[in-house]
């Protein structure tokens, strides 16, 4: 089969694309004849050895895939060859085959399209992760979005206004803000580290927000962390800026306010049976139309080095797919 390579260590350039063999099954696992696959910005840290957790070398990169069942592992039951499913990966993706995790694997509806299903499994699976298990988001509150027009931060958009929350979409651009305001976020912020202070605090009446979905960290986080409400949620989900914040302690302290982490890689490893639950939960919003996936642009597989270099330029405005059809 072929495949998207990391064969040294580096960014989208040091890609190669050429055949590579992935071997039967191993147990718990099931081999995935890929569709599509969700490109996301763990990918660009992963193929730098930057990611919180690092694959032996050759390895392809790319977390979550939807397509068919091609074989499965001597010990899985639930799963059979020719079922469609979507599955997080973790690695090895950007690939025609790859091995997938049985627990992080999840049956797909007829009606919900491989692309569909792609396009939110880590993105919405974070996010959904994120509003109701660690932030525990309510009708009424106020959600501000860093990084609001990424992966995530649409995800968090549209998930958040399910909820019923007051969205506040912070980006950089004023084309990424009406990108926002197209998919529902009800108040735009143009920020800079030197504003989002001020902006947070004016744009809710000084009160402050209620949770804070920060991907950005950076030199945002302290100021943003300043802006929230007392008996806040500060949601730590990333760092695309490329630099990991501090802040003093005595911020929550003095709040009462909560600095909540979000890794959903330890998620669906550790608490496997809530994260199916999540998922099903995603995969039925999709079929009652209640979210639509935002599809940025299609690459195909031996172009993955041109959607990485997208994402790191920052010009994505939702999501990204490889596709292998």
């Keep these: 089969m072929k495949a998207i390579l990391v064969e040294e260590l580096g960014g989208p350039e040091k890609l190669v694309y050429r055949d590579h063999e992935i071997g039967p099954p191993e147990p718990g696992r099931v081999t995935i004849s890929v569709k599509y696959a ?16 690092q694959p032996e070398l050759p390895f392809s990169p790319g ?58 499994l880590m993105t919405h699976g974070t996010v959904i992760h994120a509003l109701k298990d660690r932030a525990k988001l309510q009708q009424g509150e106020t959600l501000a979005i860093l990084g609001a027009s990424g992966g995530v931060g649409t995800a968090a958009i549209q998930l958040g206004k399910l909820v019923g929350a007051n969205v506040i979409a912070c980006a950089s651009t004023d084309e990424k803000l009406d990108f926002c305001k197209s998919i529902g976020a009800d108040i735009l912020h143009k920020y800079s580290p030197d504003n989002i202070k001020s902006a947070l605090k004016d744009l809710t009446g000084g009160k402050g927000a209620d949770v804070i979905f920060d991907a950005i960290g950076g030199n945002y986080t302290e100021q943003a962390f300043r802006a929230i409400a007392p008996m806040g949620r500060y949601l ?75 994402i790191e330029n920052r010009k994505v405005k939702g999501k990204i797919l490889l596709t292998n059809i």
């Design 38 to 53: 969700g490109v996301n910005f763990p990918d660009t840290l992963i193929i730098r050895g930057k990611y919180q957790f």
């Design 63 to 120: 977390g979550e895939v939807a397509g068919v069942i091609k074989d499965v592992g001597p010990d899985v039951t639930e799963f059979k060859v020719g079922d469609r499913v979507v599955s997080g990966t973790s690695w090895g993706g950007f690939a025609e085959e790859v091995q997938g995790f049985a627990f992080n694997t999840h049956h797909l509806p007829d009606d919900v399209s491989f692309r569909d299903a792609a396009a939110v």
């Design 236 to 310: 730590v989900v990333g760092f695309a800026s490329g630099s990991v914040p501090s802040i003093p302690l005595n911020l929550p302290l003095l709040k009462s306010a909560s600095l909540t982490g979000v890794f959903w890689g330890n998620f669906f490893r550790n608490y496997p049976d809530e994260n199916k639950a999540n998922i099903q939960e995603l995969l039925k919003m999709i079929l009652e139309q209640q979210i639509n996936p935002v599809i940025d642009s299609e690459f195909p597989l031996e172009q993955a080095q041109n959607a990485l270099e997208k």
